[in-house]
């Protein structure tokens, strides 16, 4: 993990964090902090759960959902291949679950399509320069899978998923289960069927209630 340089850097990466101490010290020690851009993303992602499953605003989930992703996706393209392993395996899943679908030949043309699909979401809700006019549906922007990619992305990084992140990803699957072993059954019935609203708040209920704080 990057420190910045400096004889005065008080180091805590477990926490992503640096604090640099001022020279001058009086009874206080004043001090200035610094976070690494791993941590940002982490922080972003664990807030975008939190707000997701509160029941806001899913514009303003998938505007900080896609921040974190674009850091996460950066640190990737500079550090090695684990996004791309992740794209193949994604990308080979899709082809046993749904063969008659047209899917792009590789992991990383895969990659790039996906990228653009949600770049477009994204851009739509950052820029009006060029497209003032436009409308967006929000129910194409696939904000739940965009959030299950970063938090997969964060992991196979080497970072330690978040409390949040675990409970997510558990609920991702319970709401698009792709086996039985994937299902939640509450006495309301199984999480995948109920309506939206529901969904989410069961994903408070897990993140007020599962361990992990």
Known sequence: MYAPSGSNMVQR?????YFEVSAHKAVKQMAELHITKQAS???QLDAAIRILFSGEDVLAVHTVVWAAHSVLSDIDSKSGK???ALYADTLSELRKTYPGIPL????ADFKWWLQEKNRSGANFLKHADRDSGKALDP????TDHLLLEACLICRNLGFEPTHEMNVFC???LAIYPSQNEDRIITKSGDVSEFDRDQQLEFGLFLLETIGGR
């Open 104 to 107: 792009p030949p590789a992991a």
């Open 82 to 84: 684990t996004a791309q």
């Open 139 to 142: 129910s194409t922007l696939s």
């Open 41 to 43: 993303a982490q922080r």
């Open 13 to 17: 990466p477990d926490f992503g964090l």
């Open 170 to 172: 558990r609920w991702h």
